[in-house]
Structures are given as structure tokens and as C-alpha cells.
């Protein structure tokens, strides 16, 4: 059994930066693609990010792009989202998702599993 923890949420002001933690427990963390998502209420779960086994394929979203660097760490079994320029929109329940196979990277259907999400709140 797979198991993903997410950690690093909390209140930042606009402008500010947070690096989001997922640690992963199970089956050998190098056979998964990782990916974040978030999701604010009401809505369905959106791709932010994602990265290949390896750490050489990395996906954002347009959104995101020059302000999030998704990174991972395989012999740690760690996934990071390092969030700058933080803005009110940004503020979700973010996600960790693993897929052990994929085709499409943004579809949160592809994703096998998840963390419990961790809050991240940006004040204007």
C-alpha cells in the first residue's frame, strides 16, 4: 500500500513563498510519476505540476509557470512544490498524486494515488 503525506501548507501574505513536502511510504517511490493538485471548494482537483520517475519531464500548469519548481528527491521518497510570488488565487487544498503508469499528466483521473492535501491560504 502506497501511502503519500503532504506538509508545508499554511498562511502566507501576497508575494510571499511556501515549499510544500510529500512523503511518500510503500512500493518503490522511483516507479511513479509525481504530480501536485489543488483544489478550492466546489470546484474539481487541478493540475499544478507534475514530474516524471526520473525528475527530467516536469509539466506546469500555465498558471504556475516561473513561480513553482517542482522538484523530487528518490532517496528520500520526497516530491516538493517550492511556491514564490504567492498569490490570493493560489490559496487551495493542495494535493500529492502518484501514477505508476500515465499518459496525460493534467487529468487527475490518470493518478493511482493521493495525500490527504494540506491547506495553503494567501492573504491580499
Known amino acids: 500500500q502506497v501511502q503519500l503525506v503532504e506538509s508545508g501548507g499554511g498562511l502566507v501574505q501576497a508575494g510571499g513563498s511556501l515549499r510544500l513536502s510529500c512523503a511518500v511510504s510503500g512500493r518503490d517511490f522511483g516507479s511513479y510519476v509525481m504530480a501536485w493538485f489543488r483544489r478550492t471548494p466546489g470546484k474539481e482537483r487541478w493540475f499544478v505540476a507534475g514530474?516524471?520517475?526520473?525528475?527530467?519531464?516536469?509539466q506546469y500548469a500555465d498558471s504556475v509557470k516561473g513561480r513553482f519548481t517542482i522538484s523530487r528527491d528518490n532517496a528520500k521518497n520526497t516530491v516538493y512544490l517550492q511556491m514564490n510570488s504567492l498569490k490570493p488565487e493560489d490559496t487551495a487544498v493542495y494535493y500529492c498524486?502518484?501514477?505508476?503508469?500515465?499518459?496525460?499528466?493534467?487529468?487527475?483521473?490518470?493518478?493511482?494515488?493521493w495525500g490527504q492535501g494540506t491547506q495553503v491560504t494567501v492573504s491580499s
Open positions: 498524486a502518484a501514477a505508476g503508469e500515465i499518459d496525460v499528466w493534467d487529468s487527475y483521473t490518470s493518478y493511482d494515488y
Open positions: 514530474i516524471s520517475r526520473k525528475g527530467i519531464l516536469i
